[in-house]
């Protein structure tokens, strides 16, 4: 089994930054796919950011492509969402997955919720404006 822990989250004003973190534990490889989504209140889960093919691509939505990265830190098992002109539009609660096996599919195979295997407990972001 894996577990996914989030940790990062929190209040800033729009402009601020914040970075996520998720630390996996358990039986999961550091190059299997990792990604992050978010969810505001009435809406669905919507695709963030992905991290795949052994850690050789990634893939962001359009709505944060140029203001978050994802990385990972391969010692210590742990993906990050570096989130950086955040906008009130931005605010939801983030969740870290992980898939439980490697592979070479297509970048947007990567952006769906159904990708991944594990997931994490979520961590609220709220920007105020």
């Known amino acids: 089994q894996v577990q996914l822990v989030e940790s990062g989250g929190g209040l800033v004003q729009a402009g601020g930054s914040l970075r996520l973190s998720c630390a996996a534990s358990?039986?999961?490889?550091?190059?299997?796919?990792k990604g992050w989504f978010r969810q505001a209140p009435g809406k669905e889960r919507e695709f963030v950011a992905a991290?795949?093919?052994?850690?050789?691509?990634?893939a962001y939505a359009d709505s944060v492509k140029g203001r978050f990265t994802i990385s990972v830190d391969n010692a210590k098992n742990t993906v990050y969402l570096q989130m950086n002109s955040l906008k009130p539009e931005d605010t939801a609660v983030y969740y870290c997955?992980?898939?439980?096996?490697?592979?070479?599919?297509?970048?947007?195979?990567?952006?769906?919720?159904?990708?991944?295997?594990?997931w994490g407990q979520g961590t609220q972001v709220t920007v105020s404006s």
């Open positions: 997955a992980a898939r439980r096996s490697g592979g070479y599919d297509a970048s947007s195979f990567y952006s769906r919720t159904t990708t991944y295997d594990y």
């Open positions: 358990g039986r999961t490889s550091s190059g299997y796919p």
């Open positions: 991290m795949f093919w052994g850690g050789r691509s990634t």
